[in-house]
């Protein structure tokens, strides 16, 4: 009956979604564990706060993007508007870094 049929296609659309979420967070997960910092002055504060809310991969992520200001609004957002834990000391020396490394060309 119709209503059987249209259950069995929502079941399958369901699936078929959570299928599809697990592969690119599996895909993601794989990936993030590639990526590596650039050895540079700031690179220690880096990793210090911004890897309490996520992972790195989301500084090259975002390099293509952001130039100094952009990056500065970035760790201001972060800290303003989700609480990230950023020591007031280490702002200058991760906005350096973001900027000089990670900066938009």
């Known amino acids: 009956d119709d209503r059987s049929r249209m259950r069995r296609e929502k ?4 699936l078929m979604t959570t299928a599809a ?5 599996g895909v993601v997960i794989a990936a993030e564990g590639n990526f590596k910092l650039k050895q540079a002055p700031g690179v220690a504060q880096v990793q210090a ?3 309490a ?7 090259e992520l975002n390099s293509r993007f952001l ?11 972060m800290m303003k508007a989700f609480g990230a834990p950023v020591k007031e000391e280490d702002v200058p020396a991760i906005v350096d870094y973001l900027a000089k490394e990670y900066g938009k060309q």
Do not use: F, P, Q
């Open 53 to 59: 809310c996520h992972s790195l991969d989301y500084i």
């Open 11 to 14: 079941d399958m659309n369901k």
């Open 67 to 77: 130039d100094r200001k952009g990056w500065e609004a970035e760790v201001t957002k």
């Open 21 to 25: 979420l697990l592969t690119v967070a």
């Open 49 to 51: 706060n911004c890897v």
